[in-house]
């Protein structure tokens, strides 16, 4: 059961709850499922009728302490909290089983506060409705919480339908226009939120000082040999599992713990220490252990603009870089979405480069250009091939070939634009590249060295599914669109993705350094009987450090495609390339009211791009290649895009505009 139209709380209890329900609360965050949750709940106590709110967002809760799930009620004082159960992080998609482990908690705790006493249950959800966590995270709520209803926020009443993404719950979905005042929050607004609900809670503190023996210690511990680790982060004590209340590190040692707590707790067993800390007056999230592991990026989906390393008076000075985390990689936007087409993809755990395409480069350091190992180009025209010179003068020297993809004809433009300059003293340090040119079923292939005007020709190599790159760790896919010419679209695929417990490092005796590096390859080289010297003498095998450090996940792939018409054959294809890719980077050129100029110029609208990405079932996506007509009203893109499609990011720079 589904609806469109817009209808006040008294309505909706009239319509949706007569009986006493058990209903879940869906959407994005900033959505305005707590503002609906609040005003149903209003209704309901004006009624008389008994009705509890489950928050489910320990991030950052309607009530209750930042990084716990409560349970509360609501009268003309407000909410009341009834019963809390903390967790181990607050991020509910990185812990979804204590997440429901404490959800089966506070509805147990609900039996002993409400013995005998029917009422209504509102469950108010993080921020997910698509993509894996959800998946995981939805149906399982519905199932241990015998939800019989679901309450969609969606944009506005025209939406027709529910939101492409959400997993198939078996419950019937009401769809609920969210409030005009709706938005999410920015990062900053969050994290102000969420210190003003930890420092009210812990407004009223108690010192708390006891021998470190008295606790079993669970969560997220570092350790007690690291003293500065433990200052501000945030604990919860419990009597075997019963919480008893929540509090903070102001100094621990192997002997004692010195806490400020909530409340002093009439006993207590177990302390569990969380992957938040409170300093500078800022709760936030523990940084991800780094060592010689993945850099710190933005745990948010959102696609963030980043500062340009050179900052080179170009057409682009202004525009800001938009960069995404796909795994193990960063995948940058490095002219933004306004700017020439040029996507670098940088490996984190080595110093390995592809682009995808190569326009304006004047923000490109010369660092990058001697990592960069494949270029993939869609086409010819300037503003996708324009920086190509950068990468040849780059290269001057004692480089590996590098391999260059691009649809027939490309050889032609590599040979001209290399070929057009004087080789007279490069001697033997001639860049050199291995052009791979796309005919279908097989790539035709040669190697071009500046400075020796021939062509060496190499062996043709035979298409696979699509497949042009093959290597220990991912793979590359290309398919043929049309734009008045034939352009290529890629899909860059890792196999799996590595995680490298620290606990079990430091469980070993093991620091990080570069050995871990050639653990990764020989992994992906299936190299298990290879040694791994660790610098302390031991010399474990692939296989016995694999079992012992690493968590093998999915990879997750991205997808780049840019320049094609809105044909159906275009469609089809590249919807199949992308298929339930994490990033989908796709070009927007034109509002719909342009579309015949897209039409004309064999460009997409909005729209199209945004059927692309809801047919593809992607995770999220990133469009770009924005015409220069809307320098001035990119906002204006954004908002058509959010009509179309939930999965479009935004900008982190764009939410000043008004947008989530």
């Known amino acids: 059961m589904t609806t469109a139209s817009g209808r006040s709380p ?7 709850f007569a009986q006493d329900r058990r209903a879940i609360l869906l959407g994005q965050s900033g959505s305005g499922k707590t503002t609906l949750a609040t005003a149903l709940m209003a209704e309901l106590q004006a009624r008389g009728r008994t009705a ?3 928050n489910c967002d320990p991030g950052l809760p309607a009530f209750g ?19 809390t159960a903390p967790l181990c992080s607050l991020d509910a998609g990185r812990f979804r089983l204590p997440l429901l482990m404490a959800t089966r908690y506070l509805l147990q705790t609900l039996d002993t506060l409400l013995p005998s006493c029917e009422f209504t249950l509102l469950v108010d959800t993080p921020g997910l409705y698509q993509g894996v966590a959800a998946m995981e995270l939805l149906p399982a709520l519905v ?6 209803l679901g309450l969609v926020l969606t944009p506005d009443s025209n939406t027709p339908r529910l939101p492409t993404g959400l997993p198939p719950l078996q419950i019937p979905l009401e769809q609920i226009p969210r409030a005009p005042e709706a938005h999410p929050l920015t990062k900053a607004e969050r ?31 570092p350790a007690l040999t690291e003293p500065e680790t433990w200052q501000g982060r945030q604990i919860a004590l419990f009597h075997d599992e019963q919480p008893q209340t929540m509090g903070e590190v102001v100094s621990a040692s192997p002997q004692q713990f010195h806490l400020r707590v909530a409340s002093v707790p009439a006993c207590a067993n177990r302390l569990l220490v969380r992957d938040a800390v409170n300093r500078n007056g800022h709760l936030r999230t523990v940084p991800k252990p780094t060592g010689n592991e993945l850099p710190e990026f933005p745990d948010d989906a959102r696609a963030i603009e980043v500062r340009a390393e050179l900052g080179a008076l170009t057409s682009i000075t202004q525009e800001p870089q938009v960069a995404v985390r796909v795994g193990s990689v960063v995948a940058s936007l490095v002219n933004g979405v306004m700017g020439d087409p040029l996507l670098q993809v940088r490996m984190l755990h080595h110093p390995r480069s592809l682009l995808f395409d190569v326009g304006d480069t004047g923000r490109m350091p010369l660092r990058a250009a001697h990592q960069v190992s494949d270029l993939f180009l869609s086409h010819g025209h300037a503003d996708h091939i324009g920086g190509f010179i950068w990468l040849v003068r780059s290269r001057i020297g ?3 070939p590098c391999r260059i993809f691009g649809p027939p004809g490309v050889l032609g433009l590599i040979k001209g634009m290399v070929n057009g300059i004087l080789w007279d003293r490069v001697e033997d340090r001639g860049p050199c590249f291995e052009v791979h040119e796309w005919h279908g ?5 040669w190697r071009v060295t500046a400075g020796n005007p021939s062509t060496e020709p190499l062996p043709d190599q035979p298409v696979d599914d699509g497949i042009i790159v093959r290597e220990p760790g991912f793979v590359v896919r290309a398919a043929e669109l049309d734009h008045g010419t034939p352009v290529l679209a890629y899909a860059y695929e890792p196999q799996s993705q590595l995680r490298v417990r620290k606990d079990k490092l430091d469980e070993l005796g093991l620091a990080p350094g570069p050995w871990l590096q050639k653990l990764k390859q020989a992994y992906f080289r299936s190299h298990w009987s290879e040694r791994i010297e660790l610098g302390d003498g031991r010399t474990p095998t692939v296989d016995e450090l694999t079992r012992a450090l690493l968590l093998v996940e999915p990879g997750e792939k991205l997808a780049y495609a840019t320049d094609f018409g809105d044909s159906e054959e275009n469609v089809r294809r590249l919807s199949e390339l992308a298929r339930n890719a994490h990033t989908l980077f796709c070009e927007a050129s034109f509002l719909c009211a342009d579309q015949p100029q897209a039409q004309r110029t064999h460009h997409l609208t909005t729209e199209a791009c945004a059927r692309i990405a809801n047919r593809a079932q992607v995770q999220q996506l990133v469009a770009f290649h924005f015409s220069h007509r809307y320098e001035k009203r990119r906002e204006e893109v954004y908002q058509e895009l959010q009509q179309y499609t939930p999965r479009v990011l935004i900008p982190k720079a764009m939410a000043g505009n008004g947008l989530p």
Do not use: E
Request: glycine content about 6%.
């Open 52 to 54: 509890v709110c489950l």
């Open 398 to 400: 004692h480089f590996p």
């Open 65 to 83: 302490p930042p990084g716990a799930l409560s349970v509360a009620r609501f009268d003309a004082q407000g909410w009341t909290v009834l019963a």
């Open 441 to 445: 079923a097989r790539l035709k292939r």
């Open 191 to 221: 994290w102000q939120s969420r210190n003003r609900l930890w420092q009210s809670h812990m407004a009223n503190a108690h010192d708390y000082q006891v021998p470190r023996d008295q606790f079993v210690l669970a969560g997220t511990p």
């Open 143 to 148: 199932d241990s919480i015998g939800i019989d």
């Open 10 to 16: 008294a309505q909706l209890v009239d319509d949706l």
